[in-house]
């Protein structure tokens, strides 16, 4: 079983609001991912990290930033959330190097705003 | 760049019922690859993989076969249950790209008793 956590699981909030989306893993991974996940269950990276004070965005542009200053944290920030922003975020990590890059998932944060 | 491309879904059988879902993938190097699942209301977790060509990756009655010369990576389960109800994506890495894992867009499962 995946050492990776998400929280909160399940989120609602009114429009403006900044919201923090939390990630950790227990794992020792050095790399790092948040996805978004839209209704039609398509997976869109958002932004990565391959160790601490590494972030990098990902294919789908988002408001979001994130920030990685230790190993086991990459927590999400949203500074003034929208409607636009509803939707599921999934957190995972992986191990670097020449290792297969098989990902290890959280269980998400379903976050609505109103 | 890499990519992948699978089924579209959603995709409805009855219970003990054969199912493939077709994927097929885009690469210049060498890349593994992959098969996940995602349950109801859950993230997704590894169901099986395949690192080089003509490898097998199997779980849970799930099977799929690393198929160089036609770029596939296809899911098959002779018989499947309820309880297989789910999201499946197949991915890919590669070395190339940092072993960043690329995603097809999902397919949806649904058993129906």
């Known amino acids: 079983e995946a050492d990776i956590y998400q929280t909160p699981r399940y989120l609602v909030i009114g429009t403006g609001k900044k919201i923090t989306l939390e990630c950790s893993q227990t794992m020792g991974h050095d790399k790092m991912y948040w996805y978004q996940q839209d209704p039609g269950m398509e997976l869109h990276l958002i932004h990565y990290s391959y160790g601490v004070n590494s972030t990098e965005k990902g294919d789908l542009s988002s408001e979001s930033t994130v920030s990685r200053i230790r190993t086991e944290h990459f927590p999400l920030t949203l500074e003034s959330a929208r409607p636009s922003h509803t939707s599921q975020y999934l957190c995972?990590?992986?191990?670097?190097?020449?290792?297969?890059?098989?990902?290890?998932f959280g269980e998400g944060s379903r976050l609505t705003v109103l | 760049g890499d990519s992948v491309t699978q089924m579209e879904g959603p995709v409805t059988l009855s219970e003990e019922a054969c199912l493939t879902i077709n994927c097929t993938y885009t690469a210049t190097g060498y890349p593994s690859l992959f098969w996940y699942v995602q349950y109801p209301g859950e993230g997704l977790q590894l169901l099986l993989k395949a690192t080089k060509a003509d490898d097998k990756g199997s779980n849970k009655g799930f099977e799929a076969t690393y198929r160089k010369e036609t770029t596939s990576f296809h899911l098959e389960k002779g018989s499947v249950q309820v309880s297989d109800s789910a999201v499946y994506f197949c991915a890919l890495s590669d070395r190339r790209n940092n072993n960043d894992m690329r995603f097809g867009a999902g397919t949806r499962l649904t058993v129906k008793p």
């Open positions: 995972a990590s992986a191990l670097g190097g020449g290792n297969t890059g098989e990902l290890f």
